[in-house]
């Protein structure tokens, strides 16, 4: 595997000098080896039922974690932990360094605003329009009509959806209700990204749309994110594919090929509310385990 | 977990949600835009059928009791009959009954629907107490608006009363209304706001709380709806008993 400071050379052919400068800048920065978030040995039950047990990882600042798993193996619960919306019975859970396991509501406010949550279903406010749940968040901060105008807007045109501004939830298909919980998420500009199933349901090329969106802010926004799925081809576009800026200032994606391969990407394959797979997605491949060759096959 | 510590964590549960429903009170932002459009919903939404409930129910109290009050040779009493049993006591507790048909049923499904499609911890993942977005304003909503309804509910009642009086039996309108005008007390009008300000406060309280705790999914959000409605329904009477007689006693108007 490729060392981080030659990856960056990779990478610096095909960024403009400002952004490798900021790179550069970034990987000096003593708080990058901080993580943005950490489990440790986290237990939580549902019923005398451990959905997690003694849950140990790490998500390193502009790293994605991937994890992987079936129905009902603790995928979700993971990510609601660390938006404090459930209690861990035990262990610990940090976010930036900071122990949030046992904050109130009141405290997890502010770490909730470094946090961006797309739910599986989008879960948008079906009684607020396309722009009411993007600005959902500057509306009750108090930001101003005309700040909160141009910040939806530029939501917006990140995820393409300029047009439906002013559609009610019920108008949109499921993909594009998808999107606009990715825009509303994104408000603020978090380091921290959630995403929970966000391509279940949808057909490929929507699925694929998604997909970008997280490599877009993985590789161009820095952003820290845990990307909880059980398709195989979300693992495939997340850990072989990159987001760069070409000459002509549009977002492409480039395969990793055979000089550059990705670390910012890992996969975590849960079982039983445990990992029982840590690592990169070859290494995910190659393993001989029963369970994953079964749920990487399909059969 | 046996009937009876299910019936206290659940109380217990429900004086957390007012207290944390009532620090709202005392924090920015107070959501006062959404507590009027509640008030719009609750309030104006219900006047049709609280004005319907009521002018039937004064027009068949004075049905019943003509008879009987013309056997005792006290007609001249219908007006004060009929205004007295709708305002200490019908026009509260039909108003209340018939605001938790529409209103209760329709608090309990919205926030259960919005617990199964996760729009409540989404909206926790933005930074918004969904307790002081959605509970406080509609609690409040119905504090202020089922007064109001009660007094609607007693008034168009007391016209039902007054046109069967009039126009079907023959009674002279002065008759009806001059012993609704002597009849009442303040102690009666006092009783009859005092009830719908804490059936209000109940009725929102179990409404949200039991919204607020769906699961299950779809066949949750109908359980929980259900739920809501037959609790405030028997809390409403429950209460309405513990209130007279705690009224009576604190008016000293006990027998």
Redesign the interface.
Same mark, same amino acid.
């Given at each position: 595997m490729m060392t981080q400071t030659s990856i960056d050379e990779g990478i610096d052919n095909q960024v403009s000098a400002q952004a490798a400068d900021s790179t550069f800048r970034e990987v000096d920065d003593a708080q990058r080896v901080v993580p943005a978030i950490e489990f440790r040995n986290v237990t939580i039950e549902f019923d005398d039922r451990k959905v997690l047990n003694n849950l140990s990882f790490k998500v390193m600042k502009g790293e994605t974690k991937i994890i992987l798993g079936g129905s009902g193996c603790g995928k979700s619960t993971t990510i609601?932990l660390v938006?404090g919306?459930l209690k861990p019975d035990s262990g610990q859970v940090l976010v930036d360094g900071e122990d949030i396991t046992n904050y109130s509501?009141v405290q997890m406010?502010s770490v +909730?605003?470094k946090?961006g949550?797309i739910?599986?279903?989008g879960?948008?406010?079906?009684s607020l329009s396309v722009y009411d749940n993007v600005a959902?968040?500057l509306h009750?901060q108090?930001v101003p009509e005309e700040e909160v105008e141009s910040e939806v807007t530029r939501m917006l045109r990140f995820v393409n959806l300029e047009q439906a501004i002013d559609k009610m939830p019920s108008e949109l298909s499921g993909g594009m209700r998808r999107r606009v919980?990715i825009a +509303?998420?994104l408000v603020g500009d978090p380091k921290i990204v959630m995403f929970d199933e966000p391509t279940a349901g949808l057909d490929p090329p929507t699925a694929r749309t998604i997909c970008e969106l997280a490599m877009k802010l993985r590789d161009l926004e820095d952003v820290s994110s845990i990307f909880v799925t059980h398709e195989m081809n979300n693992l495939d576009y997340l850990c072989s594919e990159y987001a760069v800026v070409n000459e002509a200032g549009e977002v492409v994606f480039e395969k990793e090929g055979e000089k550059l391969c990705l670390i910012n990407s890992k996969v975590i394959m849960m079982r039983d509310g445990q990992i029982i797979f840590s690592g990169t997605d070859e290494s995910l491949r190659r393993s001989e385990e029963a369970y994953i060759q079964k749920f990487l096959r399909g059969h | 977990m046996n009937i009876f510590t299910r019936l206290l964590l659940e109380l217990q549960e429900m004086a957390l949600l007012i207290a944390r429903a009532a620090t709202g009170l005392f924090r920015k932002?107070r959501y006062i835009p959404e507590t009027f459009a509640q008030m719009d919903t609750i309030g104006v939404g219900s006047m049709t059928i609280i004005m319907l409930t009521g002018f039937f129910t004064g027009g068949v109290l004075t049905l019943q009791t003509y008879q009987t009050l013309a056997s005792y040779g006290a007609v001249d009493q219908l007006g004060y009959l009929v205004s007295v049993s709708l305002i200490r006591e019908l026009g509260p507790t039909l108003t209340a009954l018939m605001v938790t048909g529409r209103v209760v049923s329709a608090i309990s499904a919205e926030l259960g629907?919005?617990v199964v499609?996760?729009?409540i911890?989404?909206?926790?993942?933005?930074?918004?107490?969904p307790v002081r977005k959605l509970v406080t304003p509609r609690i409040v909503a119905l504090i202020i608006t089922l007064p109001l309804l009660t007094i609607i509910a007693d008034a168009v009642g007391i016209a039902g009363g007054w046109t069967v009086s009039t126009f079907l039996y023959g009674l002279p309108s002065a008759m009806f209304t001059g012993s609704v005008r002597s009849g009442i007390q303040t102690d009666d009008i006092i009783g009859g706001v005092v009830k719908p300000l804490v059936f209000a406060l109940l009725m929102g309280t179990i409404a949200c709380h039991k919204g607020l705790k769906t699961d299950g999914g779809t066949v949750g959000v109908g359980r929980s709806t259900t739920s809501a409605v037959v609790t405030a329904s028997i809390i409403v009477i429950f209460a309405d008993f513990v209130l007279a007689r705690a009224l009576q006693l604190v008016l000293n108007t006990a027998p």
């Open positions: 609601k938006l919306l509501e406010t +909730r605003k946090i949550m739910f599986q279903e879960a948008l406010f079906d959902f968040k009750e108090g919980g +509303r998420a | 932002p629907s919005m499609s996760e729009q911890d989404a909206m926790r993942a933005l930074g918004t107490d």
